[in-house]
């Protein structure tokens, strides 16, 4: 079946630093996708989402990046701040269009 | 409301109960989705509806699962005869069409004991 998986389940950065978060999908007819955080005892907050006829798109100090001929995605969040630790999720809307497919997540844990 | 909100958020039952999840989606929402999400990993669709139809239900993982939305917007999912491994927390989201981009309510936390 269609998966979506993250690289790196843990990624510790420095406050200021930029931060990149990896994610594969296995669904080449997804084409829309989104990248979502979650804090602790709160529901996935949409971050920045991206659709196939497009290979990046800019948020406010957040940059996704779609690669489909690997399919991969990643989430550069620039001069990570310690409000941006969190757990992240990417997730791939699937080729119905009715659900959304997500990854397992990526801890980021932001050090001051 | 502002946002998609969810009753109750924190819910015990004792394994053989039935229980009932509500979801209050933001107004006009026309699609509305309900998801599992177990400790430590990423949430797994379960049903959608569009308006009062329920579209896809592929999820619902046994037929002790049953989820309901009457009039279009409040929708309740309802799992009979609780079992431990029902122990999660359930997410409830809603987009104003099919393709957009999904709002999480806060979700409630299923324990069964």
């Known amino acids: 079946g269609e998966s979506v998986g993250l690289h790196l389940p843990t990624l510790s950065v420095q406050e200021g630093d930029n931060s990149i978060i990896n994610c594969a999908y296995s669904n080449s007819a997804s084409d829309y996708f989104i990248w979502y955080k979650q804090e602790s005892g709160k529901g996935p907050q949409f971050i920045i989402d991206i659709r196939s006829n497009m290979d990046k798109r800019q948020g406010q100090r957040v940059t996704v990046l779609l690669n489909k001929t690997v399919k991969h995605l990643s989430l550069q969040i620039a001069a990570t701040q310690p409000g941006d630790s969190a757990v992240y999720f990417c997730?791939?809307?699937?080729?119905?269009?009715?659900?959304?497919?997500f990854g397992a997540g990526t801890i980021l844990r932001v050090k001051s | 409301g502002a946002g998609v909100s969810q009753s109750p958020r924190y819910k015990v039952a004792k394994r053989g109960q039935d229980v009932a999840l509500r979801c209050d989606p933001i107004?006009?929402?026309?699609?509305l989705f309900w998801y599992q999400q177990a400790l430590g990993q990423g949430p797994e669709f379960l049903t959608y509806?569009?308006?009062?139809?329920?579209?896809?239900k592929s999820g619902l993982p046994s037929d002790r699962f049953f989820a309901e939305r009457p009039e279009g917007s409040v929708s309740t999912l309802k799992i009979q005869r609780t079992q431990q491994e029902d122990s999660a927390v359930y997410l409830c989201a809603s987009s104003l069409v099919r393709d957009y981009e999904q709002y999480f309510g806060p979700g409630t936390r299923l324990t069964v004991t």
């Open positions: 509806f569009q308006n009062e139809a329920q579209l896809d």
């Open positions: 107004s006009g929402h026309v699609s």
């Open positions: 997730a791939a809307l699937g080729e119905y269009g009715n659900k959304l497919v």
